[in-house]
């Protein structure tokens, strides 16, 4: 399956809905749209993966660019995911550390407001 | 014999078949369905590493996968034609018996990430060799020809 992207606005957090697959040849489209989002001063992101079917290295790489990005003006950028074989490679590269990870786009918003 | 090859240009939009036709295969050869998420991502990284090395330095070349099943095991080797002290110098230390040999001897490299105006793009490459060696069972990166192969095998089920 090829890579769908959506965003809209809830409580002033930028939710970014992502479906399909990221890897080497979608992930330059996700890329993309989360540095048009930054650009728009968009800083607080909350990237919605329950419905990716597969992320490779090359999609943690765009990931880690937007979490920077956002950082950069003091923003932050919080992931939602469940799928076990979504999160083992966040496991396995030790990025868990790293990014906010919730079970839903309500919880991840409800995280950033504290 | 490979039970199957595949050799394809090294555009990213094939990296995507490759991982289709590598986890038919692996479910054909009796590997744990539970696995076959992590045969998928492996291959995937070790397809797209090579696309990334074949447009950087020999893009009219193709980039083979051969897929094996010797009965007990089932392996797949991914092929490059890149320079091997070119593409090997991302090699990674694997934990446990499984050997990671790396052509020049530069285990431990982690490579460098692609980093624009301050931001990252794209992590090091060695990231992608580290979620291989993680995911499967062994893993061996060898020079091949004038390239390089990584090699990644999988237990079977028993039958």
Request: proline share 4%; aromatic share 4%.
């Amino acid at each position: 399956m090829d890579l769908k992207l959506g965003h809209y606005n809830k409580d002033g957090i930028e939710v970014v809905d992502v479906e399909g697959e990221i890897d080497v040849y979608t992930a330059p489209r996700l890329r993309e749209l989360l540095i048009d989002l930054v650009n728009k001063k968009n800083y607080q992101l909350v990237v919605n993966m329950e419905k990716v079917e597969f992320l490779d290295s090359t999609g943690l790489g765009v990931l880690v660019g937007g979490l920077k990005r956002v950082r950069a003006h003091d923003g932050s950028l919080d992931l939602v995911c469940t799928q076990e074989r979504i999160l083992k490679i966040f496991r396995i590269t030790g990025l868990t550390k790293v990014f906010g990870i919730h079970a839903t786009v309500d919880e991840a918003i409800a995280d950033k407001d504290k | 014999m490979a039970t199957v090859e595949v050799r394809f240009t090294p555009l990213p939009a094939h990296v995507r078949t490759a991982r289709l036709v590598a986890t038919a295969v692996a479910r054909r050869s009796g590997v744990d369905e539970s696995l076959l998420d992590e045969v998928r991502l492996a291959v995937g990284e070790a397809c797209s590493r090579a696309v990334e090395s074949h447009r950087l330095h020999c893009p009219a070349e193709p980039v083979r996968v051969a897929l094996t099943d010797d009965g007990e095991r089932f392996e797949v080797v991914v092929t490059d034609a890149a320079p091997a002290d070119v593409t090997v110098t991302d090699a990674v230390s694997a934990p446990g018996p499984a050997p990671v040999v790396a052509g020049d001897g530069a285990g431990g490299s982690m490579g460098s990430a692609l980093v624009v105006d301050g931001v990252v793009q794209q992590l090091p490459a060695g990231v992608g060799l580290a979620v291989i060696v993680g995911l499967a069972d062994d893993v061996r990166v060898v020079p091949s020809g004038g390239g390089t192969s990584i090699a990644m095998s999988w237990k079977r089920r028993t039958l």
